[in-house]
Structures are given as structure tokens and as C-alpha cells.
């Protein structure tokens, strides 16, 4: 499913995309505060899509590419993981490359986000942050996620165990 919102379109994420999602993943600002260092094989980033794709058509997440409208730059991914019908949850996450930085881009796609889950039956989300990651903090809390725990050594990342901020909204 295709999301508009003022300055964005969100399109399912293809393996067509996966030159576009390189730059940002081989870039070590960006991937900073995410769970994997940057990946510097653009043959990795392509499997990493071709698995994204992959657990989209079993029905396990959605992935979609964010470009601005006007231009059609390509701006980042945004998607909703481990997705539980049962539970009716999932998780939400955001990625948006440095040219984007700044820009509202990321509220605005999650925004749009919020919107998509709820009108799947979603009624509960999460987000997690790394520790020391003060800008997704800030953007989950203006989307009224609420902090509801500390994950200690959550992520190994770069031979180190790293901490991080569980967030909770309820739709």
C-alpha cells in the first residue's frame, strides 16, 4: 500500500530500491544508533532487501521506501516489524539518510505510519532507541510514544553490548 503525505510518498520497499537504500547504510553517522554497523557491500544491502521484500510478501512486516514527492529523492525507509495479529502489535522504526536530517521528514513519514497501523487493527506499538540517540528520543515522544523501560545490553554492536530505551504507544 502506497502512504502520501504532504511532501512524502511511502512505497512498498523493492529490490529495485536497494541502490537507493546503500548510501544511507554504508554511512557511519546515520547507522550510529542502529543495531548493525554500516555495510559497506552494496551486494549485502541488496540481500538485506531481498529479505525485507521476502518477509513482506509472507505477510511478516511492511517496508516502505520514503521520497519526497516533488523530487522523488529517495529520503530513507521507514517499517513495522514483527508484526503480531494475535496481539495486534508490532514494531516501528525509522531511518532516514543525513541529506533528511532536520526536516520534519521523519515525523511526517511516522505520522503516516501511525495512521497505516491503526487501520490494519494494529492497537499497540513499539519503538526502541539506543542510549545516547537524544533526536529519536525527541521524535518518539512528539508522536506520543511514552518510555516504559530500560533494556540493558540489548544490542551487540561493534564488540560492545549497548542499552536501549523501550518506547510504547497504544492506538
Request: glycine fraction near 8%; charged fraction near 25%; proline fraction near 4%.
Amino acid at each position: 500500500m502506497i502512504l502520501e503525505t504532504e511532501r512524502l510518498i511511502l512505497a512498498p520497499l523493492t529490490v529495485a530500491d536497494a541502490p537507493f537504500v546503500y548510501p544511507f547504510l554504508s554511512d557511519p553517522e546515520v547507522m550510529a544508533h542502529w543495531d548493525q554497523a554500516p555495510i559497506d557491500d552494496p551486494e549485502e544491502v541488496e540481500a538485506c532487501v531481498v529479505a525485507q521484500v521476502a518477509q513482506m510478501e509472507q505477510a511478516q512486516a511492511h517496508y516502505w521506501a520514503v521520497r519526497q514527492s516533488k523530487t522523488g529523492d529517495f529520503l530513507g525507509c521507514c517499517e513495522l516489524i514483527d508484526i503480531d495479529q494475535r496481539h495486534s502489535r508490532a514494531e516501528l522504526r525509522v531511518i532516514v539518510a543525513r541529506a533528511g536530517w532536520g526536516q520534519g521528514y521523519g515525523l511526517e513519514a511516522l505520522r503516516a505510519l501511525l495512521t497505516h497501523a491503526a487501520s490494519i487493527g494494529l492497537k499497540r506499538l513499539i519503538a526502541r532507541s539506543h542510549v545516547g540517540d537524544a533526536r529519536a528520543e525527541r521524535l518518539l515522544e512528539r508522536l506520543g510514544f511514552e518510555a516504559e523501560g530500560y533494556l540493558k545490553g540489548h544490542v551487540q554492536r561493534d564488540g560492545e553490548r549497548r542499552d536501549c530505551r523501550l518506547y510504547g504507544l497504544l492506538l
